[in-house]
């Protein structure tokens, strides 16, 4: 089974510029997650969605943080215009179920250095 | 207070010692309950859920004590290999909330 693929895994761009960061899911996961994790934290939430719709956005920064994922599949989430604290690794994660539960798996993140 | 909350560490542990921590969570309701495993620079991997009976996974133990809401996560025999860190998840209706995690070391 191909894993969760991410791009680009490094980016480093000045404040107030943008960047956005793709994720292509374990095929046939229905939910998507994009966690950011800032070091020495654990992961933090931004945006999860439940094949293209928005199941729970209430972390999202929405003054600069945007995220879609057209036709249920691959999701995009764009950052515009980067701050210094946005500075962190961006996890993007789909589930399964499994005896009721929702199991994630992780792609391999995408680092975002703001300078 | 924070929802999920663990000790951030590091523990050190001789090799072949055995190590235990806990992770302590704010809503009773909360229904499902994971550990996974994060090591240096990479993505976190599922190590495995945590039953209401308990589970053992070969020299991983997880328990669940829903009376004092908090988890644990014993490793026996310890490995070089088990450094990492050990991030506590919990499910809240289907709202997964991340711990910081505990950083587990493991020296020769």
């Known amino acids: 089974e191909a894993g969760v693929a991410q791009s680009p895994r490094y980016k480093i761009i000045e404040k107030r510029q943008s960047v956005a960061f793709w994720c292509n899911p374990i095929?046939?996961?229905?939910?998507l997650y994009w966690y950011q994790q800032i070091l020495g934290q654990g992961p933090k939430l931004l945006i999860q969605?439940?094949?293209?719709?928005?199941?729970?956005d209430s972390q999202l920064p929405k003054d600069r943080f945007s995220a879609e994922r057209l036709k249920g599949v691959d999701s995009t989430l764009k950052i515009q215009p980067a701050k210094l604290e946005d500075s962190a690794v961006y996890l993007c994660?789909?589930?399964?179920?499994?005896?009721?539960?929702?199991?994630?798996?992780f792609g391999a993140g995408s680092r975002l250095t703001v300078l | 207070r924070k929802e999920v909350e663990q000790d951030p560490g590091p523990f050190n542990v001789p090799e072949g010692a055995t190590v235990a921590f806990n992770c302590t969570y704010s809503?009773?309701?909360?229904?499902?309950f994971f550990w996974y495993r994060q090591d240096c620079r990479k993505e976190p991997k599922l190590l495995m859920s945590?039953?209401?009976s308990g589970n053992e996974d070969g020299r991983f133990t997880a328990q669940l004590n829903r009376a004092s809401q908090y988890i644990s996560l014993l490793i026996r025999d310890s490995k070089l290999s088990d450094s990492a860190t050990y991030l506590c998840v919990v499910d809240s209706w289907g709202k997964l909330q991340f711990g910081a995690g505990t950083q587990v070391v493991v020296t020769p």
């Open positions: 969605f439940q094949n293209n719709g928005v199941v729970d």
């Open positions: 945590v039953y209401s």
């Open positions: 809503n009773s309701a909360s229904q499902s």
């Open positions: 994660a789909s589930s399964s179920t499994v005896s009721g539960a929702n199991v994630l798996t």
């Open positions: 095929s046939g996961h229905a939910t």
